[in-house]
């Protein structure tokens, strides 16, 4: 029963909306009424400028390591793989905005920085030359969803499972992006320090 009520910790942390929180605290309202409306640090940037984002994303980073080294110390590195699982899943579906979250990156890349700094380095270096030279956020994510789980089973197969999964989660809340990205209809960063 203490794994069932470990995974229902990580979910718990993955749910709590940063991009939300934090913004309303910094005066810019409600980031769902702004913008995209979602709660990630992309979105955050749009009415807060690199700075703000630049926050958010390590407030999401921080809620999915903490999921991740909560499992590992109480069982393993592959439990604590799945925590991560459930932490990202707590980010797209928090039960405190009635399902309605952000999209997993940020918390995929805490995830990652938790089991393995250099995972985290090679698909932030990758995030940022694709993101950079294509001007898509979106790219440089889905690019990070096809290497991730390769270097997770580079560790072993329990970790490239959970991130696998991670993965496919965040493509499926991506869906919307990809389709812009097939019809060139997705719109590009605004790199803003603030705003």
């Given at each position: 029963?203490?794994?069932?009520?470990?995974?229902?910790?990580?979910?718990m942390l993955g749910s709590v909306?940063?991009?939300?929180?934090?913004?309303?605290?910094?005066?810019?309202?409600?980031?769902?009424q702004v913008g995209s409306g979602?709660?990630?640090?992309?979105?955050?940037?749009?009415?807060?400028?690199?700075?703000?984002?630049?926050?958010?994303?390590?407030?999401?980073?921080?809620?999915?390591?903490?999921?991740?080294?909560?499992?590992?110390?109480?069982?393993?590195?592959?439990?604590?793989?799945?925590?991560?699982?459930?932490?990202?899943?707590?980010?797209?579906?928090?039960?405190?905005?009635?399902?309605?979250?952000?999209?997993?990156?940020?918390?995929?890349?805490?995830?990652?920085?938790?089991?393995?700094?250099?995972?985290?380095?090679?698909?932030?270096?990758?995030?940022?030359?694709?993101?950079?030279?294509?001007?898509?956020?979106?790219?440089?994510?889905?690019?990070?969803?096809?290497?991730?789980?390769?270097?997770?089973?580079?560790?072993?197969?329990?970790?490239?499972?959970?991130?696998?999964?991670?993965?496919?989660?965040?493509?499926?809340?991506?869906?919307?992006?990809?389709?812009?990205?097939?019809?060139?209809?997705?719109?590009?960063?605004?790199?803003?320090?603030?705003?």
């Amino acid at each position: 029963m203490l794994w069932i009520f470990i995974v229902l910790v990580a979910y718990m942390l993955g749910s709590v909306p940063m991009g939300l929180i934090f913004t309303k605290f910094m005066g810019r309202g409600d980031l769902r009424q702004v913008g995209s409306g979602n709660i990630g640090a992309t979105n955050v940037m749009r009415v807060g400028g690199l700075r703000m984002a630049g926050v958010v994303w390590i407030l999401d980073m921080v809620k999915a390591m903490l999921a991740v080294w909560i499992g590992w110390m109480v069982f393993d590195i592959e439990f604590g793989a799945w925590c991560g699982f459930f932490a990202v899943l707590g980010h797209c579906f928090p039960v405190w905005l009635r399902f309605h979250g952000g999209k997993g990156v940020s918390s995929l890349f805490g995830v990652l920085l938790a089991l393995n700094p250099i995972m985290f380095i090679v698909c932030g270096i990758e995030w940022l030359i694709v993101a950079l030279s294509s001007g898509k956020s979106s790219a440089g994510a889905l690019v990070v969803f096809c290497v991730a789980p390769v270097l997770g089973f580079v560790m072993n197969t329990g970790v490239g499972c959970a991130i696998l999964a991670i993965s496919i989660l965040s493509v499926i809340r991506h869906r919307e992006n990809i389709l812009r990205l097939v019809r060139g209809q997705e719109s590009s960063i605004q790199w803003k320090w603030k705003k």
